[in-house]
């Protein structure tokens, strides 16, 4: 099963590209696309593709990875099946520090400094869930909940403070998440730190499998458990924290990768933690694509898609743990 | 039971000054003595009501009013008291007048009954017409008719200076700030941009105040000019990342007219002057469409 999952995937993955680049707001037939393309001069097809599709489509694509990516660490590293990014309030710092960046002047003056404050929100939110957290499921979740709750009001705090009128208005849209109309500079913006992140996540995956065994067990087979915890919190934070400051927050896919792909590749976490960046992509891509389709009179934002079909999903898995655990 | 019988006697006294406000209606709204202590629940009463009467005879304006102010008419609010259109301001600033809105809150008018102050509710302004009524109302209630029509002949000099204007090609022109949204048919700014002999192509709905207006669809539109607006709200923002999008700066340069918020949030006699410097602006853009 899993041999024939990596191609499928992956042709999935072209397939869901290609129509990201062909739908839009403004209705482009493919031979129009290709004759703007081959034009020498820029032209409204070539521009649209170019400075607004492909950017877009490549950013849906590079945060897909890192949040599902994220959400599968997460859960190996805690051995919970409801851990993830948005669920332990990392999401939630990541989107306190961006607001912080964006409405005090910082962004418009150091435009690194909303991917940067996102990141150290996100890390520090993520540092206090995991240390008040630690002991299991419950506590963990209710830490989540915690830092989620606080950071919202972090949230609010910092509107009432804004000397921006529109600030209220405006952030309230952006906290739904959405990938319209971000430009080029944007994502080469924060794209490095994604890749970071990810490269922090990926060298943990043998440190995972190790913890399935349980904590002790690890130990002994040499594993170095607070290094993990500190990789695994970096990378979540740079790739999470970064991914927020454009995007906005997008809930619920990286807790739904990880469990759309181990009924294909098992539970082993190191098997679970590629093929469920590439579905988080997937994932992404389609609710994006969905935006764009849903014929509304403003673009339905991605993330209210995201969590409209994530939470339905969450009661599920809530369910079925209170079925399987006593 | 003393509380119930206080209760009883404020709804008594509430009903009482309703009565006598239905029945003093019609003498109120035409006042013999001018009205001494104005108050305005309403930012764009706030503002004709500075041009209409003395500070001294405003009880308070709302505290949304002074970047406007600021911009329209400097220091023209100095020394006047403000209000957030709180219950318990109406009954501090004792009002002999109550300018408010539609949408002024409810609260706010139950008392200004209980206060025996006249209530004058003023429509929102959203084109030249509404304008002229909206002064002519606030005018005749504050006892300041003269005056308000000496406003209206300025604002209707202006206009008429507008029209005298040589014609050209219509531009075609959206006023896009990057949020989204763009002001529609039967706005006040679609009213300016008409005026000043433009053509708004955010108007495509006819039964939308606000349309939708994405970056695919501005490049497929293809304006002549993108209008945006500047003003009081100048802190930084999220819409500054998609009205700064790379693309509006490579196609639209030279084609973008920055419009002071001031003048478009509220219909004032000062909206011709904004329509005449909008023609103006107009006119400084390139021939010929944007191009790519």
């Not at chain 2, 309403?42 to 500075?50: E, P, R, Y």
Request: hydrophobic share 55%; glycine share 10%.
């Amino acid at each position: 099963m899993s041999r024939l999952l990596w191609p499928a995937a992956i042709l999935l993955l072209v397939a869901v590209m290609l129509l990201s680049l062909a739908v839009g707001r403004v209705w482009l037939p493919p031979s129009a696309m290709i004759d703007g393309l081959l034009a020498p001069q820029p032209n409204l097809a070539s521009l649209i593709l170019i400075e607004l599709r492909l950017p877009r489509t490549l950013l849906a694509l590079i945060v897909g990875l890192t949040l599902g990516l994220s959400g599968a660490v997460l859960q190996g590293l805690l051995r919970n099946p409801l851990a993830s990014p948005d669920l332990l309030g990392v999401s939630s710092g990541a989107a306190l520090g961006a607001v912080i960046a964006i409405y005090f002047g910082l962004a418009s003056v150091f435009p690194l400094a909303t991917p940067i404050l996102g990141i150290i929100g996100a890390l520090i939110a993520g540092l206090v869930t995991f240390t008040i957290g630690r002991g299991g499921t419950l506590t963990l979740i209710l830490a989540g909940v915690a830092v989620t709750g606080l950071a919202s009001a972090g949230l609010s705090l910092a509107l009432n403070f804004a000397p921006n009128a529109f600030a209220a208005f405006e952030i309230t849209n952006w906290l739904l998440g959405s990938l319209a109309e971000r430009s080029w500079s944007q994502l080469l913006l924060a794209t490095p730190f994604m890749l970071a992140g990810m490269a922090c996540l990926i060298v943990n995956m043998r440190a995972l499998d190790a913890l399935t065994l349980g904590e002790t067990q690890a130990a002994s087979l040499g594993i170095d458990l607070d290094r993990a915890r500190l990789l695994a919190l970096l990378g979540t934070a740079l790739a999470v924290g970064a991914a927020t400051s454009i995007t906005g927050g997008i809930s619920f896919i990286g807790l739904l990768a990880p469990h759309l792909v181990r009924p294909f590749v098992g539970h082993q976490p190191s098997r679970v933690l590629l093929p469920a960046a590439l579905f988080g992509a997937i994932l992404l891509l389609v609710a994006d694509i969905a935006t764009r389709l849903i014929p509304t009179d403003q673009e339905v934002k991605l993330g209210v898609l995201t969590s409209l079909v994530g939470a339905p999903f969450f009661f599920w898995l809530v369910l079925r743990l209170r079925r399987t655990s006593p | 039971m003393l509380s119930v019988s206080h209760e009883l006697r404020r709804r008594l006294v509430g009903m009482l000054a309703l009565g006598a406000l239905l029945v003093a209606g019609p003498v109120f709204a035409a006042p013999s003595a001018k009205p001494q202590r104005i108050m305005s629940l309403n930012m764009c009463n706030d503002l004709i009501l500075l041009m209409l009467v003395p500070r001294s005879r405003i009880a308070s304006i709302t505290y949304l009013a002074h970047d406007a102010v600021d911009r329209l008419m400097p220091g023209a609010d100095r020394g006047v008291a403000t209000n957030r259109g709180t219950a318990e301001e109406l009954l501090l600033h004792k009002p002999d007048l109550i300018l408010a809105s539609p949408w002024s809150s409810s609260v706010a008018r139950r008392l200004g009954k209980q206060v025996n102050a006249p209530i004058i509710e003023v429509e929102t302004a959203y084109d030249f017409e509404a304008i002229r009524r909206v002064i002519r109302q606030i005018g005749s209630a504050v006892g300041e008719p003269a005056r308000a029509e000496a406003l209206i002949a300025g604002m209707d000099r202006d206009l008429a200076a507008l029209a005298a204007r040589p014609a050209m090609r219509p531009l075609r022109v959206v006023a896009w700030t990057g949020d989204g949204l763009v002001p529609g048919r039967g706005t006040l700014t679609d009213a300016i941009i008409t005026a000043a002999g433009g053509i708004n192509i955010g108007a495509k709905h006819a039964d939308n105040s606000t349309a939708s207006f994405g970056l695919e669809e501005l490049l497929a539109a293809r304006p002549d000019a993108i209008m945006q607006g500047m003003g009081s709200y100048d802190a930084p923002a999220l819409r500054e990342n998609v009205a700064r999008h790379p693309l509006i700066k490579r196609f639209f340069a030279g084609r973008q007219i920055d419009y002071p918020d001031a003048y478009y949030a509220c219909g004032l006699p000062q909206t011709a002057q904004a329509a005449r410097q909008l023609a103006d602006a107009f006119a400084r853009v390139p021939r010929g469409g944007p191009r790519w």
